[in-house]
């Protein structure tokens, strides 16, 4: 028995290694010295690389473009999610059986849907602008964000909202005074997933900006790759800058986060 | 008062169905103006040239037999084949291996279960940053350590088996968490009492994985291998940003042709037609794993 956790711990420690070394190596490489400039100094941490970034002048508009992107694909999204979701979950209605549509349009490949989306948006006049990146990420994140959502309110139970009603709640207030701040962790969970996959997409921004000052974080990383090639300092610091975000809400909140993720693949 | 019932009750019905699909209305006017209507339209597109701001032309199957007559195509092809391959033989076993490790009773595997998830949730971009950062030919620690072992500088985005190996490694990294999720999520919901039946029956460890685990997580296993073969067909993210598809075309696979035709050049025809491919390619696997799943559970 001893020698059977002795192995999974092992086990366990081994695909730690697997796991953190990229990162922690990254960090590291993020915190040396640039070659030549005072490798031998005494100081341990060197923010040298962390202080080229945040100076160049462009890079504090990538993360507002980020920044906002991602908040307004949270702030259009979440509501769609919460009134769908509150749907499927709370009534019966001729179609309801439709939305396995929700599990299966983010199966299909997105970058094919971009292409003629590049041409709509032309069209729409929100070519190049990120009024469309925002569009896309809500296009392509509510089908599971109402998933979730759906998931989220139909395990609340029923009889605390019907007790509401008959003390006089409209339909929708129950919604918006009972299951929505009983949802309030489910909800939280949806807004981190939107969040996650709104900051790290450079996909839809790729699709349908052009100007350098409308680039966001991922895209302007690729262009930091494309124009300084081995400065590992600087892109392993701007690197570790767009990492933290999305890592740090994921282990804030990773229990409902998981727990929606699972119960939107239909398990 | 019969009709105040009714009347009553026609009100009810009218607030039963009005509700749902008033609040339902949003996300189903957006998701089909948005997605479903452009998925169809993806259709038309590869059979036009559509120069951006002009007319589109008719041209049939033209965009189709430019691509089946390049090489460059069919290399795009085997080249989405063989990274699908790699990626799904190098994680399903780790990601396996990990669920059955981090659902352990062990105390404290749970928290490996949270942090091991780190790598799905990194941008590609990223994380192939944090990858070429590993094997730079003259700063990497992986090189490094390789040459020390060797003798030999192992040039990894530059030579075309090497290339092929680390996108296949750095996809394989990204997508195990997800599949470590899901197939954890099956093995916490086996009931220990299995196990406890098949020990009185004499079934050692293989044995009690061979006949109680590996049956009991299937669905899960293949719920877990279905998404990541779709998202790794359709992936261009992870490998552009690595290696732009190169050295040459090698590691120019489907998703990153479609990029550089749809979003470099602006290639509305030829990136539709590739686009075409890949939702059937999607549409088939689907079809394949449900029918895998269907014929398994008849048995």
């Not at chain 1, 839809?204 to 974080?217: H, Q, R």
């Not at chain 2, 037999?65 to 290399?75: D, G, I, Y």
């Not at chain 2, 950062?133 to 088996?161: H, N, Q, R």
């Not at chain 2, 009185?200 to 669905?219: E, I, K």
Request: net charge positive; aromatic share 14%; hydrophobic share 55%.
């Amino acid at each position: 028995m001893r020698g059977r956790d002795v192995l999974a711990w092992v086990g366990l420690v081994l695909i730690a290694v697997v796991v953190f070394f990229p990162i922690a190596w990254g960090i590291k490489t993020s915190l040396t010295a640039p070659l030549g400039t005072g490798r031998l100094s005494t100081p341990l941490l060197h923010l040298e690389s962390y202080r080229y970034i945040l100076s160049q002048p462009l890079f504090v508009v990538y993360l507002k473009n980020s920044l906002f992107v991602s908040l307004g694909a949270i702030a259009t999204a979440l509501p769609m999610a919460v009134m769908g979701g509150y749907a499927l979950a709370r009534f019966d209605f001729p179609g309801k059986r439709l939305s396995v549509l929700l599990l299966v349009l983010p199966l299909l490949p997105a970058i094919a849907v971009l292409v003629p989306l590049i041409v709509y948006m032309q069209r729409l006049g929100l070519y190049n602008t990120l009024y469309a990146v925002i569009l896309a990420n809500v296009v392509f994140n509510t089908p599971f964000a109402v998933w979730m959502v759906r998931g989220f309110f139909a395990s609340i139970p029923y009889e605390i909202e019907e007790a509401a009603t008959m003390d006089g709640c409209s339909r929708l207030g129950s919604l918006w005074r009972i299951s929505i701040p009983l949802a309030a962790p489910g909800l939280i969970a949806v807004s981190i997933f939107v969040f996650i996959n709104a900051w790290n997409n450079y996909l839809y921004a790729f699709a349908f900006t052009t100007s350098p000052d409308l680039a966001v974080l991922p895209q302007a990383l690729l262009r930091f790759l494309g124009a300084w090639g081995t400065n590992y300092g600087g892109l392993t610091a701007a690197a570790t800058l767009a990492l933290l975000p999305p890592a740090l809400f994921f282990l804030l909140f990773q229990k409902w986060f998981v727990m929606g993720m699972v119960a939107g693949t239909g398990k | 008062m019969p009709s105040s019932r009714s009347s009553r009750k026609g009100l009810y019905l009218l607030s039963r169905y009005r509700l749902p699909y008033l609040l339902l209305l949003p996300a189903v006017v957006v998701l089909v103006v948005f997605l479903a209507w452009p998925l169809g339209s993806i259709f038309y597109f590869s059979l036009r040239e559509t120069p951006l701001g002009g007319a589109s032309i008719f041209v049939g199957l033209d965009n189709f037999a430019l691509l089946l007559s390049e090489n460059r195509f069919l290399n795009n092809l085997a080249a989405s084949l063989r990274y699908l391959v790699g990626v799904l033989a190098l994680s399903v076993p780790l990601a396996y291996l990990a669920a059955i490790l981090v659902s352990s009773r062990l105390r404290g595997a749970g928290i490996f279960r949270t942090v091991f998830m780190l790598p799905w949730i990194i941008a590609p971009v990223v994380s192939s940053i944090l990858f070429r950062t590993m094997v730079d030919p003259y700063s990497g620690p992986i090189t490094a350590a390789l040459e020390w072992l060797t003798g030999e500088k192992f040039l990894f985005l530059v030579k075309p088996d090497l290339a092929v190996l680390s996108i296949v490694v750095h996809s394989a990294w990204r997508s195990f968490p997800f599949e470590m999720l899901l197939i954890a999520a099956g093995l916490t919901a086996i009931s220990p009492e299995l196990y406890d039946s098949a020990k009185v029956d004499g079934a050692g460890a293989w044995s009690q994985f061979r006949y109680v685990t590996l049956p009991l997580t299937r669905n899960q296993l293949f719920v877990a291998v279905l998404l990541i073969t779709i998202w790794t067909l359709q992936d261009a993210e992870g490998v552009y940003s690595l290696t732009q598809g190169g050295p040459g075309y090698v590691t120019e696979v489907a998703g990153v042709r479609l990029f550089k035709e749809a979003f470099i050049y602006f290639n509305i025809g030829i990136g539709s037609a590739i686009g075409v491919v890949l939702i059937l390619l999607s549409i088939l696997f689907m079809i394949l794993y449900l029918r895998v799943i269907g014929a398994g559970e008849s048995q």
